[in-house]
């Protein structure tokens, strides 16, 4: 046997690395723009934000007839809650609070409709003898105008205004059923948001405590104080919609009152109830006013009272309503404006009655969670977000 050892074979490639698919891709990489590099993550990231968005907007659709009374329902809680929390405070036991807020709005709200129905059905009889005075005086003085017109004319273009005001009453409908549907959907959704109204002024913290437990227990903390910032903020637009909805009543009200047209309180009652639902309630409301003004008080009043009407909703619509509201719910107020009118592009009257509430809870949970301001260390209290009153305390008070 040799006493030297048999040479080992040498691999002549051992000074490179070996070829991997993770090699090729940092070529590949390398030979790409870091700009280029950097917009291409940027851009599938943000098209899978923009496909979960979608996706849930098309399940949102999807399930409106339990997402519309849902939000409605919350809604409403918020509007009254502060003379709800105001109940327990002084010491009312909980279910006569709730009985308290329930059916006092219920009476408030039927109350007003049936000062509104009795005024119109009152004078209906009236309202349309005066109607076809108005149309012949109106014919009377097109036919004596220095615009040369004939009979045949007016007729055409009294045709033409019929047409245009039945597309619009068709519009308007299609609108309105995008909300509230068949009267059975109707009815189904008033009973569903009522009881909502109810589980959540009965057992609010309940129904949050148990929603909390869904998350992980280190992101409790922060959700709940995520959404106890939210839900302040969707009381202070509940409050900040009424106020604006009572501006709108009051100025419509006064200048229907101040031009001499008949049933000023009842106009600013449909203008008020009107006023929370965006677009349809402010169209049909306002030309309630002036065809109220035309018919009774001549073309000029109501032309004034035309001017009257748009003035308020343009206040309304780009001072008030986007002032105080992104004031009261912490968001600049042009994004209310955009948000309202995406919301109205996405959804219609649902879309823009809901976008400011749920954007302004977004921002501020996201903010909220953000500046870390949720860190202190402790477990979420036993009464979340719907109930300071602790219900040991309200026990003891029944």
Request: aromatic share 8%; glycine share 8%; hydrophobic share 55%.
């Amino acid at each position: 046997m040799s006493d030297n050892p048999t040479p080992r074979f040498r691999n002549p490639f051992r000074h490179y690395p070996p070829v991997t698919d993770r090699t090729v891709t940092t070529e590949v990489d390398e030979a790409v723009p870091k700009p280029l590099r950097v917009t291409a993550a940027y851009a599938w990231r943000l098209l899978v934000i923009a496909g979960a968005i979608a996706l849930f907007i098309w399940l949102v659709m999807l399930l409106k007839a339990l997402v519309i009374p849902l939000m409605v329902g919350i809604l409403i809680t918020a509007l009254l809650w502060p003379a709800f929390q105001i109940m327990l405070r002084a010491r009312f036991p909980r279910w006569l609070a709730i009985a308290t807020t329930v059916i006092g709005t219920i009476a408030i709200v039927a109350g007003l409709l049936w000062l509104v129905i009795w005024q119109v059905r009152a004078q209906w009889q009236d309202v349309q003898e005066r109607t076809l005075v108005a149309i012949e005086q109106l014919k009377v003085l097109l036919l004596d105008s220095p615009f040369h017109l004939t009979a045949s004319d007016i007729d055409g273009y009294i045709a033409q205004l019929q047409t245009l005001l039945t597309e619009q009453q068709n519009w308007l409908w299609s609108a309105a059923g995008a909300v509230t549907g068949t009267a059975a959907e109707v009815l189904t959704g008033a009973v569903l948001s009522l009881f909502i109204l109810i589980c959540l002024l009965a057992d609010g913290g309940g129904i949050w405590k148990w929603t909390l437990r869904l998350f992980p227990r280190t992101a409790r903390p922060a959700v709940d104080a995520a959404a106890r910032n939210g839900w302040e903020t969707v009381i202070n637009y509940a409050r900040t919609q009424m106020l604006v909805a009572g501006i709108d009543a009051v100025g419509i009200g006064v200048g229907a009152a101040l031009l001499g047209v008949p049933m000023a309180i009842p106009v600013a009652v449909l203008v008020f109830l009107g006023s929370f639902v965006p677009i349809v309630g402010a169209v049909v409301t306002g030309a309630v006013a002036v065809f109220l003004a035309l018919v009774y008080n001549g073309p000029w009043i109501a032309l004034a009272m035309l001017g009257v009407v748009l003035l308020v909703q343009q206040l309304e619509g780009h001072i008030l309503q986007p002032i105080l509201m992104g004031s009261a719910v912490k968001v600049h107020p042009l994004a209310v404006v955009l948000v309202v009118a995406g919301g109205a592009m996405i959804a219609r009257i649902p879309g823009a009655l809901f976008a400011v509430p749920l954007a302004a809870f977004i921002n501020v949970a996201a903010v909220t969670i953000s500046t870390g301001a949720w860190r202190t260390g402790e477990e979420p209290a036993a009464d979340l977000i719907w109930s300071t009153v602790p219900r040991e305390r309200t026990r003891r008070n029944r």
